[in-house]
């Protein structure tokens, strides 16, 4: 195999973010699949695709693999066809994922996320609407009754107490990913998802704690991730996605 050119040689070089060492410095971003079972006890449990995808990843010479949005409950699924890491049935069938990945020497990393008020909605190649109860979907919630966009219902607006659940929920979801083998957790905070609604005046109209002044706005994503790092080993990174910009016209 030739040499690669001087200026890609860093790509194939080792990199250590904390005590793990990725191979090299490709990398997979998570990707939703939308394929696990939608209901049931076998619901947000990764099943045969989701291991032929991440194995085929890692066989490739990915050096760090992150798995897709991986919901920290139910109703914060984008779709009923997500993952979900919130009971041990669901750790157990990730598990098989993590081992075939380290066994290639790729490193397995996850996202955990809530979707907010995008929940609920199909599977992208069959329009990606919101659904209803009909098609085990759900009310979605969000840090203000506002709807993410025409023909989206309105969500719940999610009091204080529950939005402290939501925080354990992803402490619980990262103890998960620890004893299913995870070796680096992202937090998704982008994508006008749950944590994002929160960032974004646009989304989040509140006016207690959790509203108005940027700070205020910042508080939920700085709770997740002092909840999550005191789970997480502070010897394993810890990354937190963000976006930049709503993409709305009025943003500056």
Not at 151 to 173: D, N, S
Not at 191 to 215: M, Q, W
Request: charged residues 20%.
């Amino acid at each position: 195999m030739s040499a690669a050119p001087a200026a890609f040689a860093a790509l194939f070089q080792p990199y250590t973010l904390r005590s793990v060492t990725i191979p090299n410095r490709i990398w997979m971003a998570p990707m939703c699949q939308y394929s696990a079972e939608a209901f049931g006890p076998n619901a947000g449990v990764a099943g045969e695709w989701h291991f032929a995808h991440y194995a085929a990843r890692a066989t490739g010479g990915t050096g760090l693999v992150i798995q897709e949005a991986t919901a920290v409950s139910p109703e914060g699924r984008i779709s009923p066809y997500d993952l979900g890491i919130w009971n041990d049935t669901q750790v157990e069938a990730l598990r098989r994922i993590t081992a075939f990945v380290k066994s290639q020497g790729a490193v397995p990393g996850i996202q955990i996320g809530h979707a907010g008020r995008k929940a609920s909605t199909d599977q992208p190649w069959n329009g990606g609407a919101p659904v209803g109860p009909e098609a085990h979907g759900w009310q979605p919630s969000a840090p203000s009754a506002v709807a993410f966009d025409e023909g989206h219902p309105v969500p719940h607006e999610l009091t204080v107490e529950e939005i402290h659940e939501i925080t354990g929920k992803f402490a619980a979801a990262a103890g998960r990913a620890l004893a299913a083998g995870y070796e680096v957790l992202e937090i998704h905070g982008a994508h006008g998802y749950l944590i994002g609604e929160f960032l974004s005046p646009h989304s989040n109209r509140r006016t207690d704690a959790y509203g108005g002044s940027f700070e205020n706005r910042t508080r939920l994503a700085l709770e997740v991730v002092d909840a999550v790092r005191a789970v997480w080993p502070e010897e394993l990174p810890l990354f937190f996605r963000i976006s930049a910009t709503d993409w709305l016209e009025e943003d500056g």
